[in-house]
């Protein structure tokens, strides 16, 4: 069964889509014209430092020095065959960066290919950023990825033996903590409505939000609705401070 350029095949459960030769191109293009591009490659003397330090390439399918000649040879097709696995194995360490006797960036590069990758949204980025979506979806209700009340002793077996220490009544442990915003177990700490919206308009404005519409658009018309919920109580409550002023 072979897929045929500009169409989905499905594999099982799996769908692949097979791009053209220019969407091909125009993704190499867009990865080209990032402005941080030419700092990041500077050429390549086929060492393999980078490589041999890369704590990823000891564990995945994944080669740091693949990705810098594959950019410099400017192979469309083989750049955009990395692009569905290899460039999500890149645990941006930057160790590659540091030990570049050419001071070129692998994870640099690597960082553009995803941001292009979503741009264009491409199934392998929608595929490695769905398991984030909670923690999306608990950062934009609440300020914070992480509440006192998800740190269970089994919740977090691979943390090791010290999470089993976790133990006692939460509520009362937060409450001794001298600092108000800190005294709360559905949240890290209490973030102020303004605070929120403040958030959001930066989300809004640097196009994360649009980037999520692409990623999970379920996802982003539940972050959207309590996005708006959230601005109309914000401006209630500068409604109800002008009124306050005026008395």
Same mark, same amino acid.
Request: net charge negative; charged share 25%; hydrophobic share 40%.
């Given at each position: 069964m072979?897929a045929v350029?500009?169409t989905a095949?499905?594999?099982g ?6 791009a053209?030769?220019?969407e091909? #191109?125009q993704?190499? =293009?867009? $990865?080209?014209?990032d402005?941080r591009? &030419?700092?990041?490659? @500077?050429g390549?003397?086929?060492? !393999?430092?980078?490589t ?5 390439a000891?564990?995945?399918d ?7 000649q594959?950019?410099?040879t ?5 750049i955009?065959d ?19 006797p ?7 590069l ?9 741009k264009?949204?491409?199934q392998s ?6 398991p984030?979506g909670r923690?999306?979806l608990?950062?934009?209700t609440?300020g914070? #990825?992480l509440?006192? =009340?998800m $740190?269970q002793?089994?919740?977090?077996? &691979?943390?090791?033996? @010290?999470?089993?220490?976790?133990e !006692?009544?939460l509520?009362?442990?937060r409450?001794a ?5 800190l005294?709360?177990?559905d949240?890290?700490?209490?973030v102020?409505l303004?605070t929120?919206v ?15 519409e ?11 609705d309590?996005i708006?919920?959230k601005k109309e109580d ?14």
């Open positions: 072979v350029p500009g095949l499905k594999i459960k799996e769908v692949i889509y097979m053209t030769y220019a091909m #191109q993704i190499y =293009d867009d $990865i080209r014209g402005f591009y &030419d700092h990041e490659l @500077n390549c003397l086929n060492c !393999g430092i980078c041999a330090t890369c704590p990823s000891q564990f995945y994944y080669s740091p020095r693949e990705i810098v594959l950019l410099w400017e192979n469309v097709e083989q955009y990395a692009m569905q696995e290899k460039i999500w194995a890149c645990a941006q360490c930057m160790t590659c960066a540091a030990r570049c050419f001071k070129n960036s692998p994870g640099g690597v960082m553009i290919m995803r941001e292009v990758a979503i264009h949204g491409m980025a929608k595929d490695v950023l769905r984030f923690v999306m608990k950062l934009i609440t914070n #990825q509440s006192p =009340d $740190i002793p089994d919740h977090f077996p &691979d943390w090791g033996p @010290n999470i089993q220490k976790v !006692g009544d509520k009362i442990l409450k903590i001298p600092v108000k915003t005294q709360t177990t949240t890290a700490w209490e102020s303004k929120s403040e958030m959001y308009t930066i989300w809004e404005m640097t196009g994360v939000l649009k980037s999520l692409l990623m999970d658009e379920n996802l982003f018309d539940v972050i959207e309590f708006d919920e914000y401006e209630d409550w500068l409604e109800e401070q002008e009124e306050e002023d005026d008395d």
